[in-house]
């Protein structure tokens, strides 16, 4: 299993809202930043979008999709003169899931969406994905992708019984596809596992870590399943991953081992066999070093969240 998929696994967006939004120039709204992840689709039409991470003006054609993954400021507009309302205020004109907004002029057709991920589940992408996701529509976007995209209009733009469900749906195969379509843009990622994953030979190691999660793994035996020789596997490894095969293992190891733990069923040694430890001495060890908490008081604390 590749690291995405092994990630995307137990990953599920909550709390998913769309809206359709027309703009008739002249356009212009600005946001202090929302406490959410946030995609804009540009159906039709033009704009320009600032963010405080990204001042220099980002042109957005039809087709365009941009995901923020930060809260930060933003504002987007039809032409850098004109005047620009708070989104805040821009909300109060909504009708159902749809807002009208503008001056007359051309018109320029947005899906905007706001969706929440837990953060724990999360962590591990949001350390290796930039704050704000530009993804052009050009001739090499996957037929699946642009598929995704085309739904989301048709059922924005037309809702039917059970839109909401739908919706939410499409947004996760939308944010998978922004990943996959990111990764392998020119100028993609550059370090970490996303990065290490478009190696042909460290890709290789990544699969068998997270397919046999619980082996004995040594960089010795990783490097034969990378099909390179220690030395350079443990130099290639640490220059494009960050971390060492080992330290990135133990810190995946730690992760799945705060998902198990959230499965009140589930022993603390059945949780420490699973991520490969026998020793449950052990495991307490490390799992405390990597987040200064017990396995007994992690679960103690989500089960008091969940109360």
Known sequence: MDPLSD???GLRIRRAMFTR??????????????????????????AILT?????????????????????QPYRIYD????????????EKLRIGNRIEVGGGGALTSFISGFFELDAQAARPLMKVL???????????????????????????????????AVVGRLFELLFVHAIRAYSAQPGGPTQGWLAANADPHLARALAAMHGELAHDWTVESLARAAGMSRSAFAARFKAVVGQTPL?????????????????????????????????????????????????????????????
Request: charged share 20%; proline share 6%.
């Open 247 to 307: 330290e990135y293992l133990t810190q995946w190891r730690m992760y799945c081992a705060t998902r198990l733990l959230q499965h009140p069923g589930l022993a603390l040694a059945d949780v420490s066999r699973q991520v490969g430890y026998e020793s449950m001495a052990a495991f307490n060890r490390v799992f405390r070093r990597e987040t200064a908490m017990t396995p007994g008081a992690f679960r103690r604390s989500v089960d008091a969240v969940g109360a």
């Open 130 to 164: 930039p704050p704000l996701l530009h993804l052009k529509l050009d001739k090499d976007r996957g037929l699946a992708f642009q598929s995704v995209l085309e739904l989301l209009a048709i059922e924005t733009e037309a809702p039917g019984l059970g839109a909401e």
């Open 7 to 9: 990630i995307l696994t």
């Open 51 to 71: 963010t405080a991470d990204h001042p220099e003006p980002i042109a957005l054609r039809g087709g365009d999709v941009f995901i923020m993954l930060q809260d």
């Open 21 to 46: 939004l027309e703009a008739s120039a002249p356009w212009g709204f600005d946001s202090s930043g929302e406490p959410f992840l946030k995609f804009v689709l540009l159906v039709r039409g033009s």
């Open 79 to 90: 032409h850098e003169d004109s005047a620009t309302t708070a989104c805040v205020d821009i």
